[in-house]
Every structure is written in structure tokens, then in C-alpha cells.
């Protein structure tokens, strides 16, 4: 592609005062409203001074232009541009809008987590965005460490990983159908430990999940079983009894403490099995995978060494592969194979989940690490406040845009749904378009052989189209 030289640009001028950047935003800001988002904000936020005045229209400003990309507050200022001031009724500064998060303490943030739970609900009823919720569901739970940069950011420590910074801990939710989309998130100083404060979000992230069920239950009745997974950070007493009082069950990867390595120890060695892994190659004639890496399983009771009313029965799944790197002269020939051991813990019942189905299930935690760097790669760039429960919220108000972003795009057919945050921005949201009005109504004028207008007119025509009927 080259630049045409038939009529070369020779000047550019801003001012068109009819234009707008970002008119995604119309469909997804009405999808928002459906939900009650700016209602639910102004209901339980309590923000006090003038600052918190209004919270519902400050909410829903900051949501949007992380929609549209924003990853600071000075970029908020992108929703001031052209004719949003037509489309988008008064967007606040971003003066306003940081005087706003400054004004929260930890209540408030625990407010906002309130907004967010009712939200994601409210985008259930209104859309795909948790296909499947009532069959079997997988929560995950992981931590990450959002950079810093500067010594005026509280919190800010050094983490598992050596990088400066805070401690974003998160709940998802996923099914057969649906992305994950996330219930329950808590942002922590940078050098605290994983597991800290772990058992009242997976508290808070089945709570959600419950409100999410037609029933409004987790385990038993009509729908189907919750499985929590996690990491080896997570493998505690306290995380694990949380799950189990709320009826769901755990998959949790092990440290291989003197326990769990006496248990390994006792598998028989008949008991492995291969299985579908890196290299692994499919031998029809057998019906068997030819691979290195091999599973088993042994029944074990978990924390073992505590009193009995703290001991949690269940198995204990190894999966074994060649080391690769053993610490012995190469020109020595070995005697046996030596292998390097990944257990975790469930109480799967074993007739649903075998041993190979329960080890595929649980490699499968590896999901949430791309909700991650999604969010990194959209409004939680930056934590851009030196206070911290000001970055608190921002994480909130971040997850709830993932969430939404996440909802107009199934909306849209299954070629987005499950795609990420920058393609939906890029093909749903970013999408430049001229306003005329006519007869006091609003008309968006969008490029012509737009390669998602189909996708767009799909979301435009759900959200800005007719309410559907009313059900009891």
C-alpha cells in the first residue's frame, strides 16, 4: 500500500465538530443502561462531598472510555471530542472523574464490588454473556502483578515475580459456551502473599455465580456442578473450606510437601497411563496416545496433619513427564527414567471426571492467565492513582468494562464472543462515524464496506432497537 499521488494530502485541519472516534460506544452505553449500570451505581455508592455527586454518570463515563481504550484518567478526555457531547449526554472531565476516585476508601470499593456483581447479572439477563451457567461451570482464581512505577503509589511492593508493584487477585467463571467473564476481584498490596484474603473472594465469586443460576444455587438441584481450580498459592484449609461450604468442588494443584511425595510414592506403577500431551502421537490400532507424559491417581486426604474437622478427603492426581535436565554427566548412561511430578488435589467425583478427563480439566486453569493480559492490554495498563483505593476501584470499574465489552460482543454472533478485548475494540467499538439529525433524531453515518458491519448493525440493532417484551 502506498499513499495515492493522484490527489496527494496536503493539509489536515480538526474541525469537524460532527465526527466522532469511538461510535461502538452508543450501542454499548445503551447495553449498559438495560442493566441498570448508572441505577446501580447511584443506588449503593455513598461517596461523600460533592466529589461522589452523581456517581451513576461518573461510572458509567470512566466505563466507557475504558471501553474505548483508555488506560489513564487524562485519557478520559477522549470522550469530549466532535459530537460525543451530541451522542453521549455531558461526559465529564477528567479532572472531575479523578476527583472522584480519589474521594473512595475501602467501603466504597467494596460498593463498587456490589455494582459490579448486580451488573454482571444485569448483562446475563440481557445477553449470552454466561451461555450454559446452569450446566457445569468452572471457576478460576488467580493473582497478577500490575507494574508501578514511582515511590508515590501506596501499596506498591515486590511481589513473587520481583516487579514493583500491586497484587490484582480475580475470580472467572466460564462454561462449554460461553468466555470467561469475572465475578469477584480484589486489588492487594504488592508483596503480600497469594492466598491472602483468597477464601472471602471465592466466598464472594460463588455468591455471584449463585445469583447468576436461574436457581440461584451452586451444587445439586437442576443445575449443574461449580469446579474451582487454582494454584498452588491457593492450596490452603481456608481457600478450599470456602469452596466447600458453598457446595462446589476443587481442583487445586499440591506443593509437594513429605505428604504428597509419600503418596506419588505409593502409586503403582501399573496405574500410569498416557496421555494426550506435547509430542504425543495417536496410535490408532491400540486406540492409545504414545506419549512421555503419563497420569495416575491415590486416594489422599488433604491437610492431613490438621485436627479432623479440617482434614478434606478426595484424590490426588499425578502427572509425570521425562526430566529433561537431570543433574548428571551426559556421557553417563542412565539406569531408570527420571521423572519430574505436577499433582493437584480434587474432590471430583471420579465417575464424572476419570483420571485423565480431571488432568486435561485442570491444565485448563491456565484460561484465566488470558483474562490477565487482556486486561493489561486495555484499562489496566496503568494504575494510575497514588491512592490505593482509588487504584482499587479502578481495578473494579476495569473488570466491569471487560465484562460489558465482553457481552456486546456476543450479541453479535459467535465470531466474537469469545474473542478479546482489542479485537472487539477494534472492529465493534473504534468505529469512526459522522452525526446529522433530523426531526430532533440522531443518525450515525459509519464507513462504507465496513469489514464488521454486519457484526455492528447486529449489536446496534439489540441494544438501540425496541425493548424486548417484559417477562415475569
Known amino acids: 500500500m502506498r499513499l495515492s499521488h ?54 458509567t463515563c470512566l466505563v466507557a472510555g475504558m471501553i474505548a481504550g483508555a488506560d489513564s484518567i487524562d485519557d478520559m478526555a477522549l470522550l469530549r471530542h466532535g459530537a460525543m457531547g451530541k451522542v453521549v449526554h455531558r461526559p465529564l472531565a477528567p479532572s472531575t472523574l479523578g476527583s472522584f476516585l480519589r474521594c473512595f476508601r475501602f467501603g466504597h470499593v467494596r460498593q463498587l464490588d456490589a455494582v459490579a456483581a448486580r451488573a454482571l447479572a444485569g448483562l446475563a439477563a440481557q445477553t449470552p454473556v454466561v451461555a450454559g451457567i446452569d450446566g457445569p461451570v468452572l471457576v478460576d482464581v488467580d493473582d497478577t502483578i500490575v507494574q508501578v512505577h514511582g515511590y508515590a503509589k501506596q501499596g506498591a511492593g515486590f511481589g513473587y515475580t520481583g516487579v514493583r508493584g500491586l497484587n490484582a487477585l480475580l475470580a472467572t467463571v466460564c462454561t462449554g459456551q460461553a468466555a470467561p467473564v469475572i465475578v469477584a476481584q480484589r486489588l492487594r498490596q504488592g508483596g503480600c502473599g497469594s492466598a491472602r484474603g483468597a477464601a472471602r473472594l471465592v466466598a464472594d465469586a460463588l455468591s455471584a455465580l449463585a445469583r447468576l443460576r436461574a436457581g440461584g444455587e451452586i451444587g445439586g438441584g437442576p443445575v449443574g456442578p461449580v469446579l474451582l481450580r487454582a494454584d498452588s498459592a491457593f492450596y490452603g484449609y481456608p481457600t478450599i473450606a470456602a469452596a466447600s461450604r458453598a457446595g462446589a468442588q476443587v481442583s487445586v494443584t499440591v506443593k509437594l510437601r513429605p505428604p504428597e511425595k509419600a503418596a506419588i510414592a505409593a502409586i503403582d506403577p501399573h496405574a500410569w497411563q498416557p496421555i494426550e500431551y506435547t509430542d504425543a502421537v495417536f496410535d490408532q490400532d491400540t486406540g492409545r496416545w504414545i506419549s512421555r507424559a503419563e497420569v495416575a491417581e491415590i486416594p489422599f486426604t488433604a491437610f492431613g496433619t490438621n485436627n479432623k474437622t479440617q ?45 485423565v478427563a480431571a488432568d486435561k480439566t485442570h491444565r485448563a486453569h491456565a484460561v484465566i492467565e488470558q483474562v490477565h493480559a487482556d486486561l493489561k492490554n486495555s484499562a489496566l495498563a496503568h494504575l494510575p492513582s497514588g491512592s490505593f483505593a482509588a487504584n482499587a476501584a479502578w481495578l473494579v470499574l476495569a473488570c466491569i468494562a471487560f465484562n460489558l465489552t465482553r457481552a456486546a460482543a456476543t450479541l453479535t454472533g459467535p465470531r466474537l464472543a469469545k474473542a478479546t478485548t482489542a479485537t472487539i475494540r477494534r472492529t465493534l467499538i473504534t468505529v469512526p462515524a459522522r452525526i446529522s439529525s433530523s426531526a430532533r433524531r440522531l443518525t450515525l453515518h459509519l464507513p462504507t464496506a465496513w469489514p464488521w458491519q454486519t457484526a455492528w448493525a447486529q449489536l446496534f440493532g439489540h441494544t438501540c432497537g425496541p425493548p424486548g417484551p417484559a417477562t415475569a
Do not use: M, Y
Open 6 to 59: 493522484t490527489r496527494a494530502v496536503a493539509a489536515a485541519v480538526f474541525d469537524e465538530s460532527n465526527l466522532v472516534s469511538a461510535a461502538g460506544l452508543v450501542p454499548v452505553l445503551a447495553l449498559a443502561e438495560r442493566c441498570g449500570l448508572p441505577e446501580l451505581a447511584d443506588r449503593h455508592l455513598s461517596v461523600p462531598t460533592d466529589k461522589g455527586a452523581h456517581a451513576g454518570a461518573k461510572v
Open 311 to 355: 482434614q478434606v478427603p478426595g484424590r490426588l492426581i499425578v502427572r509425570r513427564i521425562p526430566d529433561l535436565n537431570p543433574k548428571t554427566d551426559p556421557r553417563q548412561g542412565a539406569l531408570f527414567d527420571l521423572w519430574r511430578f505436577h499433582a493437584f488435589f480434587t474432590t471430583t467425583d471420579p465417575d464424572v471426571f476419570d483420571t
